[in-house]
Nanobody, 125 residues
Framework: QVQLVESGGGLVQAGGSLSLSCVAS????????MGWFRQPPGKEREFVAAISRGGQATFYADSVKGRFTISRDNAKNTAYMQMNTLKPEDTAVYYC??????????????????WGQGTQVTVSS
């Protein structure tokens, strides 16, 4: 069992930045690929970014490529997502997730085994 706790959400103006963190506990953090997903109001949860177990490989949704950066520190059991040049359409609840298995395209909700409780990000225009 892995417990995930996100932090760092908040209210920011368009063009601003936020940094999200996801702290894991319970199992060896380095054994899990990590992902960030988001769920805008009234919409389904969608993939944002993912990072491999060792951090060598990263993946991004087209909508955030060039603006968001995912990273991890296995010594601190923490995954991060730096979000720059935020837009109103980035408004959503952001979730981190952990996957035990390897996927060459880790973009689906069903590929992840553990989820955090979510943190709200609101971008005003």
């Amino acid at each position: 069992q892995v417990q995930l706790v996100e932090s760092g959400g908040g209210l920011v103006q368009a063009g601003g930045s936020l940094s999200l963190s996801c702290v894991a506990s319970g199992r060896t953090f380095g054994n899990y690929a990590m992902g960030w997903f988001r769920q805008p109001p009234g919409k389904e949860r969608e993939f944002v970014a993912a990072i491999s177990r060792g951090g060598q490989a990263t993946f991004y949704a087209d909508s955030v490529k060039g603006r968001f950066t995912i990273s991890r520190d296995n010594a601190k059991n923490t995954a991060y997502m730096q979000m720059n040049t935020l837009k109103p359409e980035d408004t959503a609840v952001y979730y981190c997730a952990a996957s035990q298995a390897y996927y060459s395209t880790p973009f689906r909700v069903s590929q992840y085994d553990y989820w955090g409780q979510g943190t709200q990000v609101t971008v005003s225009s």
